[in-house]
């Protein structure tokens, strides 16, 4: 596991900062840092798009992008955990 970011990740969450005072971008990065082992273990990942707001863009990729199950995964798993730990967080949108 990785102390950063991707670089698409972490270009977002700084592009983001100024857009978003209500969700601590560092804190968003890193429960995503801890949900992607998960993700990577079945041959996937998860990249953040953007924030807005309380509402954060993610996208599936590898096989969690084809999967039928990612639907599931975002509401009952990923935005279950982002909810949880990241105060500000509302709503996931998968693109």
């Known amino acids: 596991m990785t102390d950063t970011l991707p670089a698409t ?11 978003t005072p209500g969700i601590d971008l560092q804190l968003l990065a890193d429960t995503i ?8 273990a079945d041959g ?8 807005d707001g309380g509402i954060v863009s993610l996208q599936l990729v ?18 279950r955990i982002l909810r949880d730990r ?8 998968a693109v």
């Open 33 to 40: 840092d801890y949900i992607r082992p998960a993700l990577q």
């Open 9 to 19: 990740d972490q270009a977002v969450a700084e592009e983001a900062a100024g857009a």
């Open 44 to 51: 996937g990942d998860v990249v953040l798009l953007g924030v």
């Open 62 to 79: 590898g096989a969690c992008g084809g999967c039928p199950m990612a639907t599931i995964t975002l509401t009952s798993g990923i935005e």
């Open 86 to 93: 990241v105060p500000g967080v509302t709503e996931i949108v």
